[in-house]
């Protein structure tokens, strides 16, 4: 079996009906019951499926944000977990006759029947989520040995997995704050250098105004940089997808050749201009040849 089909084939297996039939069958086995259930736990073998999921989100989310969405479903789930484990130890408790924490914290002896599935799984999910997360209010209370060593069990694993959570999403957050304040210092040269330089009003202002837009540009995605770590042959070919808009409306490039385009748009570097720049001017010697790629220019005569 190769890919996906063996977890999808346990995953779909209706293990409710092989659990029913089997009871059906060996009507004598008392204690059975909750041990087969858990053959329905091999429905979650299509967590898995998760990552190829995440793998298509890399491409579309920002890093950071999916790697703190990948964390709270780190935390659901290991509370998840935690809560079932909590209410299997109660309900084989109850089988043997020995008090636990479903009678204890709901006062009655027939919880499962008092109280709806959902209701047990609200009490469960609670406990789990306030003794990993070592907070632990105490209203919900342990009561047999077996509970008791599951609690322990929990504690320590929910320390070092918290630990470990808690240290990965202040990572994450620092670099977040890194690049603010990087943008942040950058700004602060700007403005150094139009108070040291005695700039006047409008003319700091348009250079703020300019690198502004050029961190703002920058922290959506660096091209520059991303092209620069390219190898030649695979920057022409992303040039060329890229442009291709660009290149088919400028007549000047009909009927050139693919290797003719690859080699001037490889040479074309990214120029930002703030609003109300002059690109050039009149009697002005150019070497060079601009495409705009967005936003609008005009042409303005000695009349305005």
Request: proline letters at 3%; aromatic letters at 10%; a positive charge.
């Amino acid at each position: 079996l190769h890919g996906w089909l063996l977890v999808d084939l346990l995953s779909t297996v209706p293990w409710d009906i092989v659990v029913a039939w089997f009871l059906y069958q060996n009507t004598n086995m008392a204690s059975a019951p909750r041990l087969l259930r858990l053959l329905g736990l091999l429905k979650l073998l299509k967590l898995y499926r998760l990552q190829v999921l995440i793998e298509g989100l890399q491409k579309l989310v920002p890093k950071a944000v999916l790697q703190i969405f990948k964390l709270v479903v780190v935390v659901l789930a290991l509370a998840h977990y935690v809560a079932c484990g909590f209410h299997f130890v109660a309900f084989v408790e109850n089988d043997k006759g020995i008090g636990s924490w479903l009678e204890s914290y709901l006062g009655t002896s027939n919880a499962t029947s008092k109280y709806s599935a959902s209701s047990l799984y609200l009490y469960a999910m609670y406990w789990g989520f306030t003794t990993i997360t070592s907070v632990g209010y105490g209203d919900i209370l342990p009561i047999s040995k077996a509970e008791q060593v599951y609690s322990l069990f929990v504690m320590a694993c929910g320390v070092v997995l918290m630990s470990g959570i808690t240290g990965r999403l202040a990572a994450i957050l620092s670099r977040i704050g890194a690049q603010e304040a990087l943008a942040q210092r950058e700004m602060d040269a700007v403005h150094t250098y139009c108070r040291n330089h005695g700039l006047p009003g409008h003319l700091g202002n348009s250079v703020r105004e300019y690198f502004q837009m050029r961190i703002a540009a920058r922290a959506l995605c660096d091209e520059e940089k991303i092209l620069k770590e390219m190898s030649p042959a695979l920057k022409a070919q992303v040039v060329c997808y890229t442009f291709r808009n660009i290149i088919e409306a400028v007549p000047f490039f009909n009927g050139c050749s693919d290797m003719f385009l690859s080699a001037v748009l490889c040479r074309m570097e990214p120029i930002l201009y703030a609003p109300a720049d002059i690109i050039m001017q009149k009697g002005q010697r150019e070497l060079a040849m601009y495409v705009i790629a967005k936003g609008c220019a005009a042409v303005i005569d000695s009349f305005g």
